[in-house]
T-cell receptor
Framework: DAKTTQPPSMDCAEGRAANLPCNHS???????VYWYRQIHSQGPQYIIH???NNETNEMASLIITEDRKSSTLILPHATLRDTAVYYC??????????????FGGGTRVLVKP | NAGVMQNPRHLVRRRGQEARLRCSPM?????VYWYRQLPEEGLKFMVY????????ESGMPKERFSAEFPKEGPSILRIQQVVRGDSAAYFC??????????????FGAGSRLTVL
């Protein structure tokens, strides 16, 4: 699996957009980018995933650069409840990759009032 | 549609006892994964199972730990002769059986094991 690099921590203001970067310069053509988050003591929560195109759902937007070497998760209007550790994970398609997801250190996001 | 159900949520054991953690996957999901999170550390993959089969146990400690996912009933993570270092949060996840495409794992709330 391609390795990902995320800043260890970042702060963001409540009500503002939070932009979380992830570098995955060794990503291959059939690898997806997944984002999960873990709010303190809870189970990890799936946020969004993408392959090539930008994606948006009710939680967030995922912007993937054209060369796919990096991506940004955007929380459009951060709330205090978005304080969590955010994980960017790159993983190949199911049969080739063996299904499991490997979590790195993530970015610890603190939303401040 | 209930999510991934784990029980017990909290379990206290004395050193040398056995711990059994149960996981019921989401409806329609036939793949189960177990992860462990030690205090103040990251999530570490332990084992991946399909019904009646262990597919990947590369993260399982070689001794005292075992997992099963029987044809009927929940997946069980069993820890024999627990030691203090086994104190952790154990998370179960499940996913659909898919041959291609992305693989989204849905996680349970976790079982917190404390070994006295």
């Amino acid at each position: 699996d391609a390795k990902t690099t995320q800043p260890p921590s970042m702060d963001c203001a409540e009500g503002r957009a939070a932009n979380l970067p992830c570098n995955h310069s060794t990503i291959s053509g059939n690898e997806y980018v997944y984002w999960y988050r873990q709010i303190h003591s809870q189970g990890p929560q799936y946020i969004i995933h993408g392959l090539k195109n930008n994606e948006t759902n009710e939680m967030a937007s995922l912007i993937i650069t054209e060369d796919r070497k990096s991506s940004t998760l955007i929380l459009p209007h951060a709330t205090l409840r978005d304080t969590a550790v955010y994980y960017c994970i790159v993983r190949g398609m199911i049969k080739a990759a063996g299904n499991k997801l490997t979590f790195g250190g993530g970015t610890r996001v603190l939303v401040k009032p | 549609n209930a999510g991934v159900m784990q029980n017990p949520r909290h379990l206290v054991r004395r050193r040398g006892q056995e711990a059994r953690l149960r996981c019921s996957p989401m409806k329609g999901h036939s793949h189960v994964y177990w992860y462990r999170q030690l205090p103040e550390e990251g999530l570490k993959f332990m084992v991946y199972l399909q019904k009646e089969n262990i597919i990947d146990e590369s993260g399982m400690p070689k001794e005292r730990f075992s997992a099963e996912f029987p044809k009927e009933g929940p997946s069980i993570l069993r820890i024999q002769q627990v030691v203090r270092g086994d104190s952790a949060a154990y998370f179960c996840a499940s996913s659909l059986s898919r041959e291609t495409g992305a693989n989204v794992l849905t996680f349970g709330a976790g079982s917190r094991l404390t070994v006295l």
